[in-house]
């Protein structure tokens, strides 16, 4: 059982990034799956989740509107499309599977 992140870097104010999470050894569809993030010197934080079930979503309050969680079952990844991007989204963000399956994290920074 594997998550790999990857699609992060560096993006100017207002920029645009899409964050991916291939899984292995399991069936993203049949698994609720979220996006955290952690910014240096501060807790991890829940970004946003997808339930297995129909995929109704959630987001935190300082990504609504401008972040959108989606998987594609056909290529068992889990995505972040993130638009409008702040210097406050500068963290490293990871993906994680309900039962405590992380993935090593991709770095995203928004500097100009």
């Known amino acids: 059982v594997q998550l790999v992140e990857s699609g992060g870097g560096l993006v100017q104010p207002g920029g645009s990034l899409r964050l991916s999470c291939a899984a292995s050894?399991?069936?993203?569809?049949?698994?609720?799956m979220s996006w955290y993030r952690q910014a240096p010197g501060k807790e991890r934080e829940l970004v946003a989740s997808i339930n297995s079930a129909g995929g109704s979503t959630n987001y935190a309050d300082s990504v609504k509107g401008r972040f959108t969680i989606s998987r594609d079952n056909t290529k068992n990844t889990m995505y972040l499309q993130m638009n409008n991007l702040k210097p406050e989204d500068t963290a490293v963000y990871y993906c994680k599977r309900a039962g405590g399956i992380w993935g090593q994290g991709t770095q995203v920074t928004v500097s100009s």
């Open positions: 050894g399991f069936t993203v569809s049949l698994y609720g």
